[in-house]
């Protein structure tokens, strides 16, 4: 006797001649198929997605650090020729008219200037301001720090990552004090949180978030007023942000899209069942044979 291995099919398969199509069913059917396309193209949306998970920990930096900074603001009645940068902090360091990596455009004729700025700062508190501190002899009579913030961010771009919608990483973006008095000086007093974020292959980047608050004033000194300036000062937590994206195992994508297809054509094989039986009992019921 030849051992038939078609024994252990538990899909056994029953002669179209012996099926009945409906109506019903193919609407079910198709019904059943648009929805399990929906399923799976949701689902497979949701694989790809990587999902952002965030964790605190205390950093200790050991040895002094920089930070990268950028700055891009526009002073719309200050001349370029008098703008500069001067940068402080408390390791000791004090420069006073910043010119490397720095732009200036003049603007309204000459009568403004689009100033930006690339620049490292050391990991301590500190600050750098706009002023007219580098002119020397050549300050304006009466100089007008009234600006437009376009952007103040430091550490990495992350333009191109999903965390680039977070105004944290660019708080002042935006920030206009075109209407305030020409003789004010600007604080910027902020407090910027460390933020790693990891993709999901491991690359790192390494950013900064930070809150702020803000006053101007008009400064006097000795008797005579101080010269005005637009500052920014910063002092860095000890705590660290850190975004990392995880993605669910493949075999757990497998196993959903077999519970959807599996469980769709269940549960449509139901209702196609009860509409049917709905069917011939409601047809009994007219021909006089319900008993």
Same mark, same amino acid.
């Given at each position: 006797m030849v051992f038939d291995v078609r024994r252990f099919d538990i899909y056994r398969k029953i002669p179209k001649d012996l099926t009945q199509p409906t109506m019903a069913g193919?609407?079910?059917s198709i019904c059943s198929m648009i929805f399990i396309v929906f399923l799976l193209l949701s689902e497979f949306t949701s694989f790809i997605a990587p999902d952002v998970r965030s964790e605190l920990y205390v950093d200790n930096p050991g040895e002094i650090e920089k930070l990268n900074v950028r700055l891009n603001v526009t002073l719309p009645r200050l001349k370029c020729e008098f703008v500069g940068l001067d940068i402080q902090d408390d390791m000791g360091r004090h420069e006073v008219g910043f010119v490397e990596n720095t732009y200036k455009k003049p603007i309204h004729n000459n009568a403004g200037c689009r100033f930006e700025a690339r620049f490292k700062v050391n990991k301590v508190p500190g600050n750098f301001h706009v002023s007219t501190h580098a002119a020397g002899q050549r300050q304006p009579q009466t100089p007008d720090f009234s600006h437009i913030i376009h952007e103040v961010s430091f550490g990495d771009d992350l333009k191109n990552l999903s965390l680039s919608s977070h105004t944290s990483f660019n708080a002042l973006g935006g920030r206009d004090k075109t209407d305030g008095r020409a003789e004010s000086s600007h604080d910027y007093y902020m407090k910027i949180v460390p933020t790693v974020y990891e993709d #999901?292959?491991? @690359? &790192?980047?390494? /950013? $900064?978030? $930070? &809150? $702020?608050a803000y006053k101007d004033y008009v400064a006097f000194g000795h008797g005579h007023r101080v010269l005005p300036a637009i500052w920014f000062? $910063?002092?860095? /937590? =000890?705590? &660290? #942000?850190?975004y990392h994206e995880t993605r669910a195992p493949f075999y757990t994508f497998i196993t959903t899209i077999c519970a959807i297809v599996g469980g769709t054509f269940t549960v449509a094989g139901i209702i196609d069942s009860m509409i049917f039986t709905a069917a011939a009992v409601f @047809? @009994? =019921?007219?021909?006089?044979?319900? /008993?």
């Amino acid at each position: 006797m030849v051992f038939d291995v078609r024994r252990f099919d538990i899909y056994r398969k029953i002669p179209k001649d012996l099926t009945q199509p409906t109506m019903a069913g193919a609407m079910v059917s198709i019904c059943s198929m648009i929805f399990i396309v929906f399923l799976l193209l949701s689902e497979f949306t949701s694989f790809i997605a990587p999902d952002v998970r965030s964790e605190l920990y205390v950093d200790n930096p050991g040895e002094i650090e920089k930070l990268n900074v950028r700055l891009n603001v526009t002073l719309p009645r200050l001349k370029c020729e008098f703008v500069g940068l001067d940068i402080q902090d408390d390791m000791g360091r004090h420069e006073v008219g910043f010119v490397e990596n720095t732009y200036k455009k003049p603007i309204h004729n000459n009568a403004g200037c689009r100033f930006e700025a690339r620049f490292k700062v050391n990991k301590v508190p500190g600050n750098f301001h706009v002023s007219t501190h580098a002119a020397g002899q050549r300050q304006p009579q009466t100089p007008d720090f009234s600006h437009i913030i376009h952007e103040v961010s430091f550490g990495d771009d992350l333009k191109n990552l999903s965390l680039s919608s977070h105004t944290s990483f660019n708080a002042l973006g935006g920030r206009d004090k075109t209407d305030g008095r020409a003789e004010s000086s600007h604080d910027y007093y902020m407090k910027i949180v460390p933020t790693v974020y990891e993709d #999901v292959w491991g @690359k &790192t980047n390494i /950013s $900064y978030q $930070y &809150t $702020y608050a803000y006053k101007d004033y008009v400064a006097f000194g000795h008797g005579h007023r101080v010269l005005p300036a637009i500052w920014f000062r $910063y002092d860095i /937590s =000890a705590i &660290t #942000v850190k975004y990392h994206e995880t993605r669910a195992p493949f075999y757990t994508f497998i196993t959903t899209i077999c519970a959807i297809v599996g469980g769709t054509f269940t549960v449509a094989g139901i209702i196609d069942s009860m509409i049917f039986t709905a069917a011939a009992v409601f @047809k @009994k =019921a007219e021909l006089g044979k319900l /008993s």
